[in-house]
């Protein structure tokens, strides 16, 4: 069992920044797949960043590449996601979530999901 906390949300003005940041619970935090995933008020979730046990590989949604950047501390349990460039769409909850494997489908491989932190960006 995995426990997801996020943390780091808040409201900012577009072109600023945020970090957000995901401490997970348990002694195996480094053999899971993590990301983070987002929704925005009366739309689906979506994806927006993947990475893998080890940090080496990367997956983003087109729609934050180049903006967003998903990094892993295994030593401290904590996935992150840096946002630079915010725009009001990036506004939406959201998820940090972790599994086992790098599905085509982000989230269907995801077992894990956190309850989620507010980001608003205002313009």
């Known amino acids: 069992q995995v426990q997801l906390v996020e943390s780091g949300g808040g409201l900012v003005q577009a072109g600023g920044s945020l970090r957000l940041s995901c401490a997970a619970s348990g002694r195996t935090f480094s053999s899971y797949v993590m990301g983070w995933f987002r929704q925005a008020p009366g739309k689906e979730r979506e994806h927006v960043g993947t990475?893998?046990?080890?940090?080496?590989?990367?997956y983003y949604a087109d729609s934050v590449k180049g903006r967003f950047t998903i990094s892993r501390d295994n030593a401290k349990n904590t996935v992150y996601l840096q946002m630079n460039s915010l725009k009001p769409e990036d506004t939406a909850v959201y998820y940090c979530?972790?599994?086992?494997?790098?599905?085509?489908?982000?989230?269907?491989?995801?077992?894990?999901w956190g309850k989620g932190t507010l980001v608003t960006v205002s313009s």
């Open positions: 990475i893998n046990w080890s940090g080496a590989i990367t």
């Open positions: 979530a972790a599994g086992a494997l790098v599905h085509s489908n982000y989230a269907r491989g995801m077992v894990y």
